[in-house]
Nanobody, 122 residues
Framework: QVQLVESGGGLVQAGGSLRLSCAAS????????MGWYRQAPGKQRELVATITSGGSTNYADSVKGRFTISRDNAKNTVYLQMNSLKPEDTAVYYCNADRLRIGALRYEYDYWGQGTQVTVSS
């Protein structure tokens, strides 16, 4: 069983900053990719950013230059530093962990956190 616990959401004014954290726990040896997705009311869930265990990152165009994803492999934790926030960043942000190694040649895929609300006021 794997659990992802997010923290750091909240209410912030436009132009402000927030830092999200997501800690993974449970029975696994390593996690290949961790990331953040978001879902605004009435919209589909979308990619925000991902990072591999080797540090390769991928960002949605809408957040490039404003958000930074990082991770601490020893702590199985991923972070999302969000700067210059805009009202359109308002959404529930979900942590994702993909391709978890749980044993020799055994993997599990696609775990999600419960989500944390980010609200940016104009």
């Amino acid at each position: 069983q794997v659990q992802l616990v997010e923290s750091g959401g909240g209410l912030v004014q436009a132009g402000g900053s927030l830092r999200l954290s997501c800690a993974a726990s449970g029975s696994f040896l390593s996690i290949n990719t961790m990331g953040w997705y978001r879902q605004a009311p009435g919209k589909q869930r979308e990619l925000v950013a991902t990072i591999t265990s080797g540090g390769s990152t991928n960002y949605a165009d809408s957040v490039k230059g404003r958000f930074t994803i990082s991770r601490d492999n020893a702590k199985n934790t991923v972070y999302l530093q969000m700067n210059s926030l805009k009202p359109e960043d308002t959404a529930v942000y979900y942590c994702n962990a993909d391709r978890l190694r749980i044993g020799a040649l055994r993997y599990e895929y696609d775990y999600w956190g419960q989500g944390t609300q980010v609200t940016v006021s104009s």
